[in-house]
């Protein structure tokens, strides 16, 4: 007997009347995706900065609790099940991949303790959780014991396509598009490969599925015209909005339907209060938030888990990953920023490379060419120049001169640097971790520093300035002699 993992799937439950029952969503994505020519599965693609499969997910578990939806894998299962940790979902492995129909079959014993079960395809990422609770309500209404989603497509080349019966649209059957004959071939009602089942008659007829066909695999397509002549009734629902259903199986799909995501990230974006000059040139993915009167300029790119505060200016050719950014922060142009904070009403740029793990606090400034990496640069202190700062700690209102840095790598570890509040580190200082600059302190420019500096202390570490009168006349003179001769 299979886990239960939905208390309205005990069997007493799974004896409730069609309309009212329970349901489990699975996911097929165990396939290798062929088509992509690629090492990695089609589902851990990405469109709009998210796996095709984390789309599907995001969308399914608004329909249905997390612990009633399954994914379906098989190809390179394990790195799929990694990709999907922390999701909540249960897998259900498919070990050899035979087709679509097959992928559900290796999960009757857990789905028949359901009453329904939604298979969704794993490669389609647009689709929206009103389509699918559309498709729910529908199949419920309907008393149907198979569902489909259909769109009508201007191109709907790849797809299988819904051969209906009768005034009341039932299916008769889906073809694939190998399998279309000519008079079939200008069918535009394509199978959107989203489905609601009831479990009984699925598996009471999942088993006479074949494999004759094209590619010798069960085609899951196939129970329509099974369950339709076996009496049972096979309905489609046309999704309202056609491009959800749209699946990526090859680089050019996955490039359209990203193209797709990004605009209407932007679109939503714009309507938040945020403006976006030229998205087109944009790239953004679809978890980033951004407040209102925020001015993204054209060529930004802001991935993963960014968030952006109010009133800020992120200029040209900046890219920016997983950061928190405050509000009123200005970016110049070309900063790279990976995995940081940025407190309210800092201004970083022209060309800041924030390594992961930096805190940069309210109003601190680093300028040009400034490098951080785990860095902590506290209030209103400023690193404008030319500067490696990292494993370092640097207080409230210091001054980091131009071209210093932090040595904080003998080959062997890394060491940190502490600089405490209102220091002044003198330009071109090299600061040899681990090393702490007490408060107050002044470090003068060029120095190198290998020992702790008291608070309040000036610290001078390098050669003399020797004078030497007349020495540069004397040697020009000496020139002029010699070429007279
Ligand atoms: C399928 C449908 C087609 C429909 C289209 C919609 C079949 C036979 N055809 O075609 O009618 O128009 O989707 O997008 O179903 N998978 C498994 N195990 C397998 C094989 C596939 O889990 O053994 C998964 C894949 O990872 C993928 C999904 O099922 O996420 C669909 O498979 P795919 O090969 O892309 O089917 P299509 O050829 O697109
Ligand atoms: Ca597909």
Redesign the pocket.
């Known amino acids: 007997m299979p886990k239960t993992r939905n208390s309205q799937a005990q069997p007493g439950a799974a004896a409730a009347s069609r309309g009212q029952g329970s349901f489990a969503v699975a996911?097929?994505?165990?396939?290798?995706?062929t088509r992509l020519k690629s090492r990695y599965?089609?589902?851990l693609h990405h469109v709009g900065g998210k796996s095709?499969l984390a789309h599907v997910v995001a969308a399914a578990t608004r329909v249905c609790p997390a612990q009633d939806v399954y994914a379906?894998?098989?190809?390179d299962a394990e790195r799929v099940k990694e990709a999907m940790a922390g999701s909540g979902i249960g897998f259900i492995l498919?070990k050899?991949?035979?087709?679509?129909?097959?992928?559900v079959m290796v999960g009757e014993d857990i789905l028949k303790q359901y009453e329904h079960v939604l298979v969704l395809?794993?490669?389609?990422p647009l689709i929206s959780p009103l389509t699918i609770e559309k498709l729910r309500d529908f199949h419920l209404q309907q008393g149907a014991a198979m569902t489909l989603l259909s769109a009508v497509l201007e191109r709907p080349y790849?797809?299988?396509r819904i051969i209906f019966r009768g005034k009341e649209r039932e299916v008769e059957s889906?073809v694939?598009?190998k399998s279309l004959s000519e008079s079939q071939r200008g069918l535009k009602e394509?199978?959107?490969?989203f489905y609601a089942f009831a479990t009984k008659p699925l598996f009471e007829n999942i088993h006479d599925l074949g494999t004759e066909n094209k590619h010798h695999?069960?085609?899951?397509?196939?129970l329509a015209a099974i369950l339709a002549k076996a009496g049972e009734k096979v309905v489609a629902l046309q999704a309202a909005e056609p491009h959800e259903?749209l699946?990526c199986?090859t680089r050019r799909e996955l490039a359209e339907v990203d193209a797709e995501l990004r605009t209407k990230k932007c679109l939503q974006l714009m309507e938040d209060g945020a403006t976006i000059y030229l998205p087109q040139t944009c790239v953004i993915d679809c978890e980033v938030t951004v407040g209102p009167d925020t001015v993204i300029e054209p060529f930004v790119h802001l991935l993963g888990a960014t968030h952006i505060g109010s009133e800020c200016r992120i200029r040209s050719f900046s890219v920016i990953i997983n950061c928190e950014i405050g509000d009123g922060v200005l970016i110049r142009n070309g900063c790279v920023m990976d995995e940081s904070r940025i407190g309210a009403r800092a201004m970083l740029g022209p060309y800041t490379h924030l390594r992961a793990g930096c805190d940069i606090a309210e109003g601190a400034h680093m300028g040009n060419f400034v490098e951080g990496k785990k860095l902590k640069l506290g209030k209103g202190s400023k690193a404008q120049h030319l500067s490696y700062l990292g494993d370092a700690e640097v207080g409230e209102s210091v001054n980091v001169g131009a071209g210093t840095i932090t040595c904080n790598y003998d080959g062997f570890g890394k060491y940190p640097t502490v600089i405490g509040d209102g220091a002044f580190i003198g330009s071109d200082a090299t600061l040899v971790a681990p090393v702490k600059v007490g408060k107050g302190a002044y470090v003068g420019a060029a120095s190198c520093i290998i020992e702790d500096v008291p608070q309040d202390a000036l610290a001078i570490g390098r050669g003399r300035q020797v004078n030497k009168e007349g020495w540069a006349r004397q040697k020009r003179e000496a020139r002029a002699a010699g070429k007279k001769s």
């Open positions: 996911i097929m994505a165990a396939g290798k995706g599965p089609k589902v095709l379906i894998v098989g190809h498919q050899e991949q035979r087709g679509t129909g097959h992928a395809t794993g490669d389609a790849g797809y299988g889906i694939e598009e394509i199978n959107a490969g695999e069960y085609y899951l397509t196939d259903v699946g199986n």
